[in-house]
C-alpha cells in the first residue's frame, strides 16, 4: 500500500503555471505507475497525465498535451505535474494516484491522494 499527499495547487490566472506535487510514503513507490487525474463538480474523475514506475512510459490527455508535464523522482518518492499555459477550463481538484503497472484505466488506480485545488481565473 501507498499513502499520497498532493500539494501546489491554488488560484492562479490564466496563462499561468503551477507545479503540482505528490509525495508518497511506501517503499515500494517505484514499482507503482502513477497518474494525476482532476475532477470538477459534475464530471467524473479524469485521467490527464499518467507514467509508468520507471518513468520511461507517459501519458496525457489530449487537452492538456504540450501544456502539462508528469515526472517523476523515484529516490524522493515523488511525483510531478508541471501545470502551464492554464485556462479556465483546469480548474478542478486534482489527484494523485497510484496503480499496480502503467495504466490510463482509473479503475486500475488503487491509492489516492486527497486532492489539491487549482483554480484558474480569467
Known amino acids: 500500500q501507498v499513502q499520497l499527499v498532493e500539494s501546489g495547487g491554488g488560484l492562479v490566472q490564466a496563462g499561468d503555471s503551477l507545479r503540482l506535487s505528490c509525495v508518497a510514503s511506501?517503499?515500494?513507490?517505484?514499482?507503482?505507475?502513477m497518474g494525476w487525474f482532476r475532477q470538477t463538480p459534475g464530471k467524473e474523475r479524469e485521467l490527464v497525465a499518467a507514467i509508468s514506475a520507471g518513468g520511461y512510459g507517459v501519458y496525457y490527455e489530449d487537452s492538456v498535451k504540450d501544456r502539462f508535464s508528469i515526472s517523476r523522482d523515484n529516490v524522493k518518492n515523488m511525483v510531478y505535474l508541471q501545470v502551464s499555459s492554464l485556462v479556465i477550463e483546469d480548474t478542478a481538484v486534482y489527484y494523485c494516484a497510484a496503480a499496480t503497472s502503467f495504466t490510463t484505466d482509473r479503475k486500475n488506480y488503487k491509492w489516492w491522494g486527497q486532492g489539491t485545488q487549482v483554480t484558474v481565473s480569467s
Open positions: 511506501g517503499r515500494t513507490f517505484s514499482d507503482y505507475g
